[in-house]
């Protein structure tokens, strides 16, 4: 099973720390099924549209809270504009999911309590990189993979009737 993961940071060590752990972590998810984990980067909150136009089977964002730009904007803002993103494109085709999950991945401890705390209601989890280190994440996303599998079994059935390309199939596909 393949699990698609949307990781928007805009430091790339970061990004190449999880792909390495992803590409060293090889284990059957719950399920009992071999799991293949994707990493799908945007190196900013602007590019997350464009890539899960690129990637409709992403099946989770890891968002990083703060960006190097230093726009003066409020301790939230980015982590806001990635959570709008994300809730934005579910909602432009009716046939996805209500949903898609959101975890906050911050290096700094005040960000969880200045930057996460005020949108967990609107965030799956919220994990420190101090604690949840990349080894940790590419075990605990399988983990995510199989809970999700459970929460909706239906969603890689949903997932192939989405991508029929032929637009002359019946509309209840």
Known sequence: MDFKVLYVDDNKLYF???ENAFGEFQEKNLTGEPLNLQLVPAYYPEQIKCALDKNPDVELVLADVFYDRH???GDNAELE???DAVEGWVKTDASRRARMPVIAYTRHQDELHTACMPLR???YDI???RAAFPAY???RLSRLAGEL???APDRRL???IRSIADTTAPTWH
């Open 81 to 83: 504009e990635v959570l």
């Open 71 to 73: 726009d003066g904007r």
């Open 158 to 160: 949903l997932r192939s």
């Open 127 to 129: 994990w420190s990189k």
């Open 121 to 123: 209601h609107r965030l």
């Open 149 to 151: 599998d459970r929460l």
């Open 137 to 139: 994440v590419a075990w």
């Open 16 to 18: 190449t720390q999880l």
